[in-house]
């Protein structure tokens, strides 16, 4: 856990970069720094592990208060990654990400194989990469190197300024979902900094928002978006914090589970028969396995000659995970020109459909004009 309590900080000139500033992150919890250039965030980060004098309060880690930890092995202990990376040239990526074992004497084979183990988490192979030297990686993997190295000594606390701020957007996209499953698996407790609403919405277990050194909002992504505290936080988060809303939301939280499908060598007419008691103007189909196949459609049945559903069968749809925001799931339907998609596992089996419909209520459980709802869970 860490804790801050009444933390200052004053430059010689006077300037008063951070002001009172009261938090708790707990075991595990990702927290977001977020605000405007200027506003405290990278100044509150940095006096964690003392990389910049706390002029007033204090900070715990652990219940222990970080003046009185030394500072080379309270900053060993502290996983940190930065925008510039910071990779050392001259150094192999395996010694890059060793840095911090080897300050801390571990054996060099284990160094070495705690490199390789982090390689493999961070999806590049070690076999490949570990004699490499940053400048023959890509922007995207001297990033992940970088995150690899803060992780190198197995640290409980990482500290992350702005990491994925440098490459480009596609990229970016990219190691944030990696980085997320990658957190879900070691569960570290980690103050992340950075000024992108949508990057704290969708990284953080809290969103601590900042104006001119103070906090202003500490909540989680949903109480940000649903409930915010004043102008600034509304004028911050966007007009458009109801989609932003959708990002929190999965598509197996809005899907209907279970629905109705037949088999692609079902009969046609009994197709039919049973599409009119449905009531319903189109149908799923899959295989003998449940693996989605395709969908087809009451007008086509109707209108043509048919003598088996793979005449009709459109295929070429497009389709979400369970764990799709339901933001991506409505790109989805615009850029498919659909109604509805089916949500897959990842083996392809179908588990659900997600309509408009569902969206639209979702819409109306999670927005009132004052900002409120009950429907978005954090």
């Given at each position: 856990m860490i804790e801050l309590e009444g933390v200052t900080k004053v430059y010689p000139d006077g300037t008063e970069a951070v002001d009172d500033i009261d938090l708790s992150i707990s075991e595990g919890e990702l927290c977001v720094l977020l605000g405007p250039s200027g506003c405290g965030k990278t100044t509150t980060m940095k006096m964690i592990n003392r990389l910049i004098p706390i002029s007033e309060g204090r900070i715990f880690i652990d219940g222990t208060d970080n003046q009185e930890l030394d500072e080379n092995e309270l900053r060993r202990d502290i996983g940190y990654a930065i925008q510039e990376i910071g990779l050392f040239p001259h150094m192999t990526v395996a010694e890059n990400i060793a840095t911090v074992p080897h300050l801390k004497c571990w054996d060099k084979g284990e160094a070495r194989e705690r490199a390789a183990e982090l390689l493999d988490l961070i999806g590049m192979d070690p076999e490949e990469h570990m004699e490499k030297y940053p400048a023959e990686l890509s922007g995207g993997q001297r990033q992940r190197v970088g995150v690899a190295r803060s992780l190198g000594a197995d640290p409980p606390i990482m500290l992350m300024d702005e990491p994925f701020g440098a490459i480009d957007p596609i990229t970016r996209d990219r190691l944030q979902d990696e980085f997320l499953k990658i957190q879900a698996e070691i569960q570290k407790t980690i103050v992340f900094v950075t000024h992108d609403i949508n990057e704290a919405i969708k990284m953080g277990t809290k969103v601590a928002l900042m104006k001119d050194g103070k906090l202003v909002q500490y909540s989680s992504p949903a109480e940000l978006l649903s409930q915010p505290k004043n102008q600034f936080v509304r004028n911050f988060v966007g007009t458009d914090r109801t989609l932003k809303s959708m990002r929190l939301i999965q598509a197996k939280d809005a899907m209907k589970p279970c629905p109705i499908s037949v088999h692609r060598d079902s009969d046609v007419e009994h197709v039919r028969e049973r599409m009119k008691e449905e009531e319903v103007e189109y149908l799923m189909v899959t295989d003998k396995d449940n693996?989605?196949?395709?969908?087809?459609?009451?007008?086509?049945?109707?209108?043509?000659?048919?003598?088996?559903?793979?005449?009709?069968?459109?295929?070429?749809?497009?389709?979400?995970?369970?764990?799709?925001?339901?933001?991506?799931?409505?790109?989805?339907?615009?850029?498919?020109?659909?109604?509805?998609?089916?949500?897959?596992?990842?083996?392809?089996e179908l588990e659900g459909i997600l309509t408009f419909n569902d969206l639209q209520k979702v819409i109306g459980e999670t927005y009132t004009e004052k900002g409120g709802g009950s429907g978005i869970s954090s």
């Open positions: 693996q989605f196949i395709g969908w087809i459609e009451i007008w086509d049945l109707e209108t043509n000659e048919v003598d088996s559903i793979s005449e009709v069968l459109r295929e070429d749809v497009g389709s979400v995970s369970p764990e799709t925001p339901l933001s991506d799931a409505l790109s989805v339907m615009l850029e498919e020109d659909v109604a509805n998609i089916p949500v897959l596992q990842e083996g392809g």
